[in-house]
């Protein structure tokens, strides 16, 4: 059940201990939602939320603090208002989509209540008709809710409450000047709730000049370890720790995997080489435009990507269940961003693998990490080639078990008796010698292979196609379709989505069309420059 449980209280126990009788409405949502208790946060929270009073709430991310502000919030709301009477802003368009479901989820039986989130890339003029139309709680980014008071479609007069969440990642962020504008512009009767995994001074700041009277209420850092996960980690050279993720890959075979760097030029440089060894892998970085990261996410969610590589801030928001490893490829700065990444993996009663690379002096960096997290991170050797071989002959034998048990190999073994009467060669010699073949082909080069056209990553009807060229050569969508027009001869509207990162693109094309696009490009020079087409998968 996680944690000590006398550090859980039930929604119920709460309502009768503090007598705040919450709504039915809100218990019926609650239960709807499958909590049974309390998290730390959203027990110590609650009470005093609902007296009406400021609270900075200390608490990460994954801790349940939507709940811990949104059925404080929900219980104020005056459903006869259509009035803007609650405004939540959040660091990141992802974060903000995500806590506008789950307060939907917390007010499932108040139809009466409105909630619309509000983020820079999705068309401005769709969320003017909808905050037209009557809106109770905003959920905001600070850039875009800007925005809207710099245009008078947003009216602040009538809020009573305003949450600042995931504080410390929106200054981080740059947003500080934006946050304060923001709450210059608030009613000065109203109740401040602010959350943060951290307390820097800057906070504290702000804090103090837009609270009164703050209540402050914390989880311990105990709380935030999950038991579920393994933890380990592998001593290597920086240079080596591409060879060792590729290795680990292999070994563990996981389904959907994250990847943690700390800067955005590693994300990409990461992402060049995982796809060049025919891994399906993608970026997820702060430079990124809006539409590349929501086809990034929308593809990784899908399970058309299964490797997402991302940096701190560009992951926050990110909500995926069935995240089965969770890989620290630079170890991080912070010590609760550590909590924070291999939380990812082991969720909704899962079991989940966090693996750390170290090089050096790091190594007391990871003890720091193990004493703030109460936890075990263990050392491990570096698996050899031979280990990757031996696994994927595992695998295939793994996989021959299934194929006896449900084929009919009455052809092949006869084939087989054939070659043992005209040869001096046993079953095992074969067998042995097929397995070996087997084994090479999954090492052999990507020239050797066929293409696949089939799995790609790209929506039905269409074949994504990987070249070796991007930002920093400085191409554009334009370059990228003239060069593809004009070569293969494909009408330019039928191209789909153009995605130019740092070192590399993808560009999608009509199935019918993939081939003559692959062999006209085969010798095409792009700006001047030869590239590499191919599929973005191999078989």
Do not use: W
Request: glycine letters at 6%; charged letters at 30%; hydrophobic letters at 40%.
């Amino acid at each position: 059940m996680g944690p000590d449980r006398k550090e859980y209280v039930s929604f119920m126990e709460i309502v009768k201990f503090n007598e705040l009788g919450l709504s039915e409405k809100i218990l019926k949502a609650v239960a709807a939602m499958g909590f049974e208790e309390a998290s730390p946060i959203q027990a110590k929270a609650i009470p005093a939320a609902m007296q009406g009073i400021d609270l900075i709430g200390q608490a990460q991310t994954g801790t349940g603090k939507t709940a811990a502000f949104g059925i404080p919030v929900l219980e104020k709301i005056d459903v006869k208002s259509k009035e803007l009477q609650v405004l939540v802003l959040c660091p990141t368009r992802e974060l903000a989509i995500q806590t506008a479901e789950e307060m939907r989820n917390l007010a499932k039986y108040m139809s009466a209540v409105k909630i619309l989130p509000i983020y820079g890339g999705q068309e401005i003029v769709k969320q003017i008709r909808s905050l037209k139309a009557g809106v109770q709680i905003v959920i905001g980014t600070p850039g875009r809710v800007m925005d809207h008071m710099r245009r008078k479609t947003l009216r602040l007069d009538s809020v009573h409450t305003v949450v600042l969440d995931e504080a410390d990642e929106m200054l981080n962020m740059g947003f500080r000047d934006d946050i304060e504008t923001i709450l210059k512009e608030m009613p000065e009767e109203r109740q401040t709730l602010l959350f943060s995994a951290t307390m820097p001074k800057a906070i504290l700041d702000i804090a103090k000049t837009y609270q009164k009277d703050a209540v402050t209420v914390k989880v311990v850092k105990k709380d935030l370890t999950v038991p579920s996960i393994d933890q380990f980690y592998y001593e290597c050279k920086p240079k080596n720790k591409e060879e060792v993720l590729c290795r680990l890959l292999d070994i563990h075979a996981p389904k959907r995997s994250l990847v943690f760097c700390n800067t955005k030029r590693q994300v990409d440089e990461l992402v060049t080489a995982l796809v060049g060894r025919g891994y399906f892998a993608a970026g997820l970085h702060g430079d990124m435009q809006q539409a590349q990261r929501d086809r990034v996410m929308k593809s990784f969610r899908d399970g058309r990507t299964d490797i997402l590589v991302a940096s701190d801030v560009a992951a926050r928001g990110i909500d995926v269940d069935d995240v089965e490893a969770v890989f620290n490829y630079d170890l991080p700065q912070d010590d609760e961003y550590y909590v924070h990444r291999i939380g990812r993996t082991g969720r909704a009663g899962r079991t989940g693998k966090a693996f750390s690379f170290v090089s050096g002096k790091e190594v007391y960096k990871l003890k720091e990490i193990q004493r703030y997290c109460k936890t075990k991170i263990y050392a491990q050797k570096i698996p050899s080639m031979n280990d990757v071989a031996m696994t994927k002959m595992g695998n295939l034998l793994e996989q021959a078990d299934t194929v006896i048990k449900n084929e009919d190999l009455t052809t092949l073994i006869n084939a087989i008796e054939e070659k043992i009467n005209d040869e001096d060669y046993t079953a095992l010699d074969i067998a042995a010698a097929l397995l070996k073949l087997a084994v090479k082909d999954n090492d052999s080069s990507v020239d050797e292979d066929e293409y696949d056209l089939d799995n790609t990553g790209a929506e039905n009807g269409m074949v994504r196609l990987f070249i070796n060229i991007g930002k920093s050569q400085k191409v554009s969508p334009k370059d990228i379709l003239g060069a593809v027009a004009g070569e293969s001869g494909i009408p330019g509207r039928l191209v789909g989505a153009i995605d130019i990162y740092d070192k590399y693109t993808f560009i999608e094309v009509p199935r019918e069309y993939a081939e003559d696009v692959l062999t006209s490009m085969n010798q095409a020079k792009i700006k001047g420059k030869n590239i590499n087409m191919e599929p973005a998968n191999r078989k």
